[in-house]
């Protein structure tokens, strides 16, 4: 499963397109077809950074 968060408002079209090529990327590496790969698209409104490092485990315990 592969999550994205991507802004609110973006072009269905262009979502749609995204989709499709994580899909062949993410089943070309994990050896299993397009169609077993989950692309979950989640909105958020503009402005909303969040931490990412942090939501990643990218930053070191303090």
Sequence with gaps: M??????????RDLRALLVSELAQVVSRGAGCAPQDVTVVVRDREPGQDGDAESALGLTSPR
Excluded: I, R, S
């Excluded at 592969?2 to 072009?11: F, I, M, S």
């Design 2 to 11: 592969v999550t994205v968060e991507w802004w609110k408002g973006n072009d």
